[in-house]
Nanobody
Framework: QAQLVESGGGLVQAGGSLRLSCAAF??????TAWFRQAPGKEREFVAA????????YYADSVKGRFTISRDDAENTVTLQMNNMKREDTAVYYC?????????????????WGQGTQVTVSS
């Protein structure tokens, strides 16, 4: 069974940057995404990328600030987060699925990482 492992979370000041990485073990996926969940809120879509690495899509709240990329040789996906805001504070989850098309729905993703905490201070 495939396993996803996130790394790179931490504490950053508003306006700063962080990079999250997700490594897949025991499998490969056509679509990989990042979601996040803030305290008291539902898990929400952040960004996703298809296996070609060409097609990526983002939530409006992070567009222009976050960049998702993947390295198929290393079986990893990276989320570069720039110009971070306090509202980016959340636990970030890596998720993956196989299948056609794009999805922003948690139910469509088959594999999940354990999550990594990101905290943005003012």
């Amino acid at each position: 069974q495939a396993q996803l492992v996130e790394s790179g979370g931490g504490l950053v000041q508003a306006g700063g940057s962080l990079r999250l990485s997700c490594a897949a073990f025991g499998g490969s996926f056509s679509n990989t995404a990042w979601f996040r969940q803030a305290p008291g809120k539902e898990r929400e879509f952040v960004a996703a990328i298809r296996w070609t690495g060409v097609n990526s899509y983002y939530a409006d709240s992070v567009k222009g600030r976050f960049t998702i990329s993947r390295d198929d040789a290393e079986n990893t996906v990276t989320l570069q987060m720039n110009n971070m805001k306090r509202e980016d504070t959340a636990v970030y989850y890596c998720a993956a699925r196989n299948g056609l098309g794009s999805s922003r729905r948690t139910d469509d993703f088959d594999a999940w990482g354990q999550g990594t905490q990101v905290t943005v201070s003012s």
